[in-house]
C-alpha cells in the first residue's frame, strides 16, 4: 500500500566536502512509498556547504538501505561523497556511487554499473570438474570435484565432459566496502563479485578486487579469487 510521495531526509553526514577544513552538510532525500520498507525513489543529494551555498543534484538509482559514507577517497585530503545501498531481489546487488567536490560540482567518480562493464569476467566449465574465470589478465581455475555427486550429474556426463545444460557467469557487485589501510591517508574500496553456477544461489566462488580512486582515476592495486576449502585454484 502506497504511504507517502514527499520527499523526507533518508540520511545525513558532515564533512569538510569543499575545503580542508570546512564544515559542510550532506543530506541524502527521497520518496519512501512503501510503509514498513526501506526501499527510497527518487533520490538526490543535497550539499549545504558552510559559506551558504548549496547544490543539489538527482541520484540515479533507487534502491533499499540506502546511506551516506564520507570520506576522502581521492587523496587531497577532502572528503568525498559515497551513497551505499542495495537493489533488492534475489541477486543481493550493491549499489555504490562516489562523488568528488570540484568547481561548484559534485562530479561522480565511481559506478558500480561502470566498474562492472570496464571489468568483465567471463566464467566457463572445462572437463575434468574444472572451473575457468577469466578477468583481463587475471586467470583462474577451480577444481570442483570435491562437490556432491548430484551436482556435478548436472554439469558433466559420466566421463567428465562439459554438458550444454548450464553456463557460469560473474555476477555484479554484490558488496562495495570502503576500506582504509593504516599506511594510507585515504580510503580505498574491496569489491566483491559472485561466480553463479548451476541456480543464482549457487556461489562458486567471489571475485575480490582492491580499488583506488586517488587522483580520481580507477586504478586496481589487485584482484584475487575467494573459494571454497578443498576447491584449490591454479593461476
Do not use: H
Not at 29 to 45: A, F, H, L, N, T
Not at 119 to 135: F, G, P, T, V
Amino acid at each position: 500500500m502506497k504511504n507517502s510521495t514527499e520527499k523526507v531526509m533518508v540520511d545525513f553526514a558532515n564533512g569538510n566536502i569543499t575545503g580542508e577544513n570546512s564544515k559542510d552538510d550532506v543530506i541524502l532525500i527521497g520518496i519512501s512509498p512503501y510503509k514498513e520498507s526501506s526501499y527510497v525513489d527518487e533520490i538526490e543529494i543535497v550539499l549545504n556547504q558552510e559559506n551558504g551555498n548549496s547544490i543539489s543534484i538527482d541520484f540515479p538509482y533507487s534502491g533499499y538501505d540506502m546511506q551516506l559514507f564520507l570520506g576522502d577517497f581521492t587523496g587531497n585530503n577532502r572528503s568525498d561523497i559515497m551513497v551505499r545501498g542495495g537493489f533488492g531481489g534475489s541477486g543481493g546487488f550493491e549499489i555504490g556511487v562516489i562523488y568528488k567536490y570540484e568547481n561548484g560540482k559534485l562530479i561522480e567518480i565511481f559506478n558500480q554499473n561502470t566498474f562492472y562493464d570496464n571489468n568483465k569476467c567471463q566464467a566457463s566449465y572445462k572437463e575434468n570438474y574444472k572451473l575457468n574465470i577469466n578477468c583481463g589478465e587475471n586467470k583462474y581455475s577451480l577444481n570442483l570435484a570435491a562437490r556432491p555427486k548430484d551436482y556435478l550429474n548436472l554439469i558433466y556426463t559420466p566421463d567428465g565432459k562439459v554438458k550444454p545444460t548450464y553456463e557460469p557467469y560473474v555476477d555484479a557487485p554484490s558488496a562495495i566496502l570502503p576500506i582504509k589501510q593504516i599506511y594510507i591517508n585515504f580510503y580505498e574500496l574491496i569489491i566483491l563479485q559472485r561466480v553463479v553456477g548451476v541456480t543464482n544461489s549457487d556461489t562458486l566462488a567471489s571475485i575480490q578486487t582492491l580499488l583506488s580512486l586517488e587522483g580520481s582515476k580507477n586504478n586496481i592495486i589487485y584482484k584475487g579469487l575467494l573459494f571454497l576449502p578443498g576447491e584449490e585454484t591454479e593461476n
